[in-house]
């Protein structure tokens, strides 16, 4: 992983959540995809393609060591390690979303899913940490306007704030 500020900030098992997401995501997507090519709709059989393209690149990107017959996968692999989680989670969101519109079956909704699934937690990942209790407190007070004085007045006397 890129060893960013925030990014050095996340617990272990988020980090290797979101690629066992991608990695196992993708290969099941692989696999629907290919199961939804076999049908008459030429939207579901297009839809298909996109799936396997769409997981074929998450897989390359979260697993390189599955496509090491690929040349250029080591390189794309760490390239996209050192984008921000934000870009991964826009790139793997947009890329499971047109499956989803051309043709509804339950292999695109599992496949695309799991896809969509491990673009949302690259965007929990960009989110970072929850602030403490005292940090979010203090951003409250300061929003609000109010100082610790007055809000201490309104908590102690509920009939204060029928007066200000």
Known sequence: MASGGQQAELPWWQKYLARGVGCGGGVIALGLGLFNC??????C????I????AAFI???AEAPCCCMFVEFVQRYS?????????????????LAIPPFIMCITVSIILGSGLIF?????YGLMALGKKGSREDMMAAAHHHSGMTTSQ???L???PEAWRST
């Open 78 to 94: 760490m390239w996209v390690d050192t984008r921000p989680y934000w870009q991964k989670s826009v790139f793997y969101v947009v």
């Open 155 to 157: 908590v102690d006397d």
């Open 151 to 153: 809000s201490a007045i």
């Open 38 to 43: 076999i049908t008459l709709s030429a939207f």
């Open 117 to 121: 699934l491990c673009g949302v937690l």
């Open 58 to 60: 998450v897989i390359s």
């Open 50 to 53: 996109w799936q396997m393209v």
């Open 45 to 48: 059989v297009v839809a298909g």
